[in-house]
């Protein structure tokens, strides 16, 4: 039993973690801001999340398992609204969406 | 030289690996962003920088062990200080100029100053070594006797409040002192802000808000049953006066942020406010008082209980609580001001242009 | 111990402190080569920081935990840092507060916020 929870939280924990890489790449290669955004969203939401379910699969007790799924909830509850609120912020502001890129050099 | 070096020879142990390159992988981060604020001309990314700068200096105090700190600089310095930041450079303007004082002299001298530290750090004692003087001296007596002494198990807590408490009151004395010149730099007649239109405006924008407005109001009233939680579990977990105070601040000002200035001026009344930044020092100051009138030194809290530990208990609760009053007020007070100066600002350009 | 073993040693061991260094000397170039108050001001951060890091590594022990204390723990890190850098975050963003507060000042007095033009301006021609 130990070792199905163990190898469990290590898949959620690799998983998490490699969706975290590939938000960083995202940022990088990414051509606008409102798709870069994007990709911190994964980074934020789902990588974190895969990482704290992981992480509760391994909690020693109970306590520490409720401040896990408190910081999960947390995360679900803030980070959209920054996301939200970033990109209605750069929408207000001026930055229009890059709809159609003109040359196929960036992406 | 390496027995001056109180050297525990450092090998690299597996259990030591992970968190040697943790320390590495973070502090390298932190070279980077200071080179890039170095580069940037356009100060609202610096101050992006800082903030960044400031969230992942907490980490490394997190993997430091010193919790208190980390909570602390993660609110102060990736939270209120970006804040203050950006509403100043709302006033003051986004770009620097690209003109240097002399850079040349300033990269030499910046230059041989560093060598010079850098050589003075060759003869420190290792990172982390257990024999190094700073470990010999004060600190073993406050591990090793602050739980007979004072009672709680929080070192910082009994150190910050107890042992040190003169040194804790000179800091607040600080902040009270630095919030008082802040409020009296950028006082703005409150009588002369009446003028409907701009409070309409401003109140339609912040409507427009609607997710930000709705998660904020659900938030809010976690996260100052945090700061209380900070405040009074201080003696036993990571937490106290400061950092409790920063974070309710921090809630007030969300608050102020997301539903206007005005709103926030009229749910808590800024003559209140500076009222109890006086009152914090006041009941620190009045503790100390107490405890010499009661036949003890100045903030000798046995004195106060005749249980010296119950007195220790009481006397640390209610000078954490005089720091929690003071920084959450000054803070608050702050942002009114700077978000005041602003409003006033664009008040006075509106009546110029109609 | 062979000599490879020993530059090891020593870069782990004071790699912080190095980085301290590095951190500081950016702050000091940003205050005194830089003309606007606001970077001047981030600068100071900077370097005030760069001192927070110094203490805390300097509190470090290896294979301390946090200095709370606890059962079946014999090892802590040094608390006595921990106590002057908390109270210096507070007091620092309460300075730099102040630091801000005037640069607005001066905005609004002189019209701009670059050390350059601020001069020139005070001490004509």
Redesign the interface.
């Known amino acids: 039993m130990d070792i199905v929870i163990a190898v469990v939280s290590a898949i959620f924990l690799l998983l998490g973690g490699f969706l975290c890489v590939t938000g960083g790449v995202g940022i990088l290669r990414f051509p606008d801001f409102y798709t870069r955004i994007h990709a911190t969203g994964v980074t934020d939401t789902l990588g974190a999340g895969l990482i704290l379910i992981g992480l509760m699969l391994q909690v020693p007790d109970v306590l520490v398992l409720v401040k896990l799924v408190i910081i999960l909830l947390m995360t679900l509850?803030?980070n959209p609204?920054a996301t939200?609120?970033l990109a209605?912020a750069a929408l207000k502001s001026g930055l229009s969406p890059l709809l159609q890129s003109k040359n196929h050099k960036g992406g | 030289m390496d027995s001056l070096r109180f050297c525990n020879p450092k090998t690299i142990k597996e259990d030591n690996a992970i968190e040697l390159l943790i320390d590495i992988v973070l502090l390298s981060f932190l070279v980077c962003i200071a080179f890039a604020i170095v580069r940037m001309k356009d100060l609202f990314a610096v101050i992006m920088l800082a903030g960044m700068y400031g969230l992942l200096s907490a980490s490394f105090f997190v993997t430091m062990d010193a919790v208190d700190v980390a909570f602390t600089e993660a609110s102060v310095g990736a939270g209120i200080s970006t804040l203050l930041m950006l509403t100043t450079i709302s006033m003051t303007g986004r770009y620097e100029n690209t003109t240097r004082h002399r850079p040349m002299l300033a990269l030499v001298v910046v230059f041989v100053t560093g060598s010079l530290l850098i050589y003075g750090t060759l003869d420190m004692p290792y990172f982390g070594s257990a024999q190094a003087p700073i470990q010999l001296h004060v600190a073993p007596h406050y591990i090793n006797n602050s739980m007979s002494e004072i009672g709680i198990p929080n070192i910082v807590t009994s150190a910050l409040a107890s042992y040190r408490g003169f040194d804790t009151f000179g800091e607040v004395v600080v902040i009270f002192t630095a919030g008082v010149a802040v409020w009296a730099l950028l006082m703005v007649n409150v009588q002369r802000r009446k003028n409907t239109e701009i409070d309409d405006a401003n109140n339609s924008t912040h409507e427009q808000h609607f997710i930000v407005r709705f998660v904020a109001k659900m938030l809010i009233p976690f996260i100052l049953l945090f700061a209380l939680y900070v405040q009074f579990h201080g003696d036993y977990g990571p937490g106290g006066g400061f950092q409790a105070g920063v974070i309710f601040a921090a809630a007030i000002i969300l608050y102020s942020m997301v539903f206007g200035l005005n709103t926030a001026r009229r749910v808590i009344s800024q003559p209140i406010v500076q009222l109890l930044t006086a009152a914090g020092v006041l009941l620190y100051g009045s503790v100390g008082i107490v405890s010499l009138l009661s036949g003890g030194n100045f903030l000798d809290y046995n004195v106060l209980s005749a249980d010296p530990i119950a007195g220790q208990h009481l006397g640390i609760l209610l000078i954490e609580l005089g720091v929690g009053c003071t920084v959450a007020s000054v803070m608050i007070l702050i942002y009114f001001n700077f978000s005041g100066r602003k409003n006033d600002r664009e008040l006075e350009e509106h009546k110029e242009t109609t | 111990m062979d000599a490879g073993n020993d530059w090891a040693a020593a870069f782990f061991g004071l790699y912080n402190y190095w980085i301290v260094v590095v951190l500081m000397m950016v702050g000091f170039y940003i205050v005194i080569a830089h003309g606007n108050l606001i970077k001047k001001i981030i600068g100071l951060t900077i370097f005030q920081t760069s001192v927070f890091i110094y203490y805390i590594s300097m509190g470090n022990v290896d294979g301390g935990t946090a200095p709370i204390l606890a059962d079946n723990i014999s090892q802590y890190s040094n608390p006595l840092p921990h106590v002057l850098i908390l109270t210096a975050i507070v007091v620092g963003i309460a300075t730099t507060a102040l630091g801000l507060a005037l640069a607005i000042r001066i905005k609004e007095s002189y019209g701009t916020i670059e050390e350059e033009i601020i001069q020139g301006m005070d001490n004509p021609g």
């Open positions: 509850f803030i609204v939200h609120a209605q």
